[in-house]
């Protein structure tokens, strides 16, 4: 009856196809914490902040995907990526038989965001 050729409703579906989303929630990307790489000018190591990340997310960048590697459920890290004020960020989930899963709206990286990002205050001394 499931997989079959439907006699008992005379060869036609009953039931109308929807769109079905994965998960709860919707993936979010709340901002970037960029570290420009110091021998690559143009260059930086970045973590996506956001929600509703696993495993299956992975970054895009102006529609190209990039090797991404999971932190947490908030953060996701990519190792060294080129970067400009502009670019559109997206996080997606795929799944390799179910094609997309979800995504997030898109974020577009600010010059705010290239500031340099280190591992003291900024403080004046």
């Known amino acids: 009856m499931l997989y079959g050729d439907m006699r008992c409703w005379n ?4 039931y109308v196809k929807t769109n ?3 998960g709860y929630d919707t993936i ?3 901002g970037l914490q960029a570290i420009a ?3 690559d000018e143009g ?5 996506v902040k956001g ?6 997310s992975c970054v895009y960048i102006n529609d190209e995907k990039i090797d991404t590697i999971y932190v947490d459920e908030q953060n996701l890290f990519v190792p060294d990526v080129e970067l400009k004020a502009g670019d559109s960020i997206v996080v997606s989930q795929y799944e390799a038989t179910a094609g997309l899963l979800s995504s997030s709206p898109e974020y577009v990286v600010s ?8 591992g003291r205050d900024n403080e004046e001394e």
């Open 11 to 14: 060869g036609k579906n009953p």
């Open 20 to 22: 079905i989303a994965y």
């Open 28 to 30: 979010v990307v709340k």
């Open 37 to 39: 790489n110091p021998k």
């Open 43 to 47: 260059n930086y190591y970045l973590t």
């Open 51 to 56: 929600n509703f990340f696993n495993e299956w």
């Open 111 to 118: 010059s705010s965001d290239l500031e340099r990002h280190g």
